[in-house]
Every structure is written in C-alpha cells, then in structure tokens.
C-alpha cells in the first residue's frame, strides 16, 4: 500500500491550496483517511480526518474540508483562508484501525504518504 501526496506549494495569507492524496495498493479500501502537519522544530499534528464524518482540528475549523472520492480511493483538503502559521509538511494517511477518540492519533494509522510541503507567506 502506497500513499502519494501532492498539491502543496506556495500561497500568500487568505489564500486557498487543495492537497490531494492517492492510495494504491491491491484491494486496500481504508475506513479512515486523514491529513496531518508538521511544522519545523514542531511535533506532528492532526488536522483533518474522514470516516464516515469528518473531524476537524479546532485550529482549522471552518476554514479547512477534507473529502474523499471512495471510487477513486482518494481524500483531498480543501484549505481557505491560510495563515502563515498553516505553514508545514502535510502528510496524508490511511487505516482500518481508529475509532471516534483515536483518529486524531497519528498511532492509529496504518499507512503515511510522503508529505507535501505548504507554504504560507504574510
């Protein structure tokens, strides 16, 4: 199982960026997808995630929305209104394992993409 993201770039503050992450690998069909980021000098954190709903850190809340294609075995992030502190490596990631109190666990994924890299300038 494989998980490729892209879409990451330079944006200016109260700009948008849509990250897209594909997963490829036999028949795998996960149950939750979710985004996570990565400041420099900073722990890893959640952002967003998708199982059947949709959980949002409070620091992305109405400005983030995360998708997902099932068909295409896709999840995509939509993200509005960036701030310079939205500045970091995002990296996608898949797993069968998580319930409502752990998906924003990076533990509770079986499988990371490679990161794309968001910035954001004021």
């Known amino acids: 199982v494989q998980l490729q993201a892209f879409g990451g770039g330079l944006a200016q503050t109260g700009g948008s960026l849509r990250l897209s992450c594909a997963v490829s690998g036999r028949t795998y069909r996960p149950t939750g997808m979710g985004w996570f980021r990565q400041a420099p000098g900073k722990e890893r954190e959640f952002v967003a995630a998708k199982r059947w709903t949709e959980y949002y850190a409070d620091s992305v809340k109405g400005r983030f929305a995360i998708s997902r294609d099932n068909a295409k075995n896709m999840v995509y992030l939509q993200m509005n209104s960036l701030k310079p502190e939205d500045t970091a490596v995002y990296y996608c990631?898949?797993?069968?394992?998580?319930?409502?109190?752990?998906?924003?666990?990076?533990?509770?994924?079986?499988?990371w993409g490679q990161g794309t890299l968001v910035t954001v300038s004021s």
């Open positions: 990631a898949a797993g069968n394992r998580m319930i409502q109190s752990t998906i924003g666990e990076t533990t509770a994924y079986d499988y």
